[in-house]
């Protein structure tokens, strides 16, 4: 079975621009989380879906960060604009139901300069 | 919240030796405990994982170990080859309604030859 896939791998951008990742979980999985893992840390949520409902973004900076799964499949995750604490890599993981094993991709490394 | 911590940060073992790495946390009600194996610039993956009804599991030369009372849980590599070099995360989460996953900071483990 094919893995959950993001793009762009790699991104540097400048302060104050924007970006936006994509995601593509495993065909069928239900739930589709994204994640930032700051270097040296360990992955922090900041948004879950279930379908094309939000579940948790209670970790979601609002102000700039913006998520969505339209068609409760495939998602995009914005950033506007860019600070230079952003720099980090974004992890996109999916799941069959919100109780199941996590999957994740390979990730965004994103780099704010 | 959940909060996970995970010791030690770093740890280097000689290849063919044990290793093991601890993590606590805080939410009583927290009842499923991944691991997830991180190599450099690749995806977190799942190794083993255990619930809170079971109190040990073991995988080939994986194992995890669970006090409730405590509220701890460990890994155990035994038997250490060059390619379990990589970061470790633990992490916890509370298998009803929409608990999302809480992760430890990450064990990075080198195996020495």
């Known amino acids: 079975e094919a893995g959950v896939a993001q793009s762009p791998r790699y991104k540097i951008i400048e302060k104050r621009q924007s970006v936006a990742f994509w995601c593509n979980p495993i065909?069928?999985?239900?739930?589709l989380y994204w994640y930032q893992q700051i270097l040296g840390q360990g992955p922090k949520l900041l948004i879950q879906f279930q379908n094309n409902g939000v579940v948790d973004d209670s970790q979601l900076p609002k102000d700039r960060f913006s998520a969505e799964r339209l068609k409760g499949v495939d998602s995009t995750l914005k950033i506007q604009p860019a600070k230079l604490e952003d720099s980090a890599v974004y992890l996109c993981?999916?799941?069959?139901?919100?109780?199941?094993?996590?999957?994740f991709g390979p990730g965004t490394r994103l780099l704010v300069l | 919240g959940e909060n996970v911590e995970q010791h030690p940060s770093t740890l280097s073992v000689q290849e063919g030796d044990s290793a093991v790495i601890k993590c606590t946390y805080s939410d009583s009600a927290s009842n499923y405990f991944p691991w997830y194996k991180q190599e450099l610039g690749k995806r977190p993956q799942l190794i083993i994982d255990?619930?809170?009804?079971?109190g040990e599991k073991k995988d080939q030369r994986i194992a995890v170990t669970l006090n409730k009372t405590a509220k701890h849980f460990s890994l155990h590599i035994t038997e250490t080859q060059p390619e379990d070099s990589a970061v470790y995360f633990c992490a916890a989460r509370a298998n009803f309604g929409n608990e999302k996953l809480t992760f430890g900071t990450g064990t990075r483990l080198t195996i020495i030859p």
């Open positions: 065909s069928g999985h239900a739930t």
């Open positions: 993981a999916s799941s069959p139901g919100y109780s199941e094993t996590q999957y």
């Open positions: 255990i619930r809170s009804n079971v």
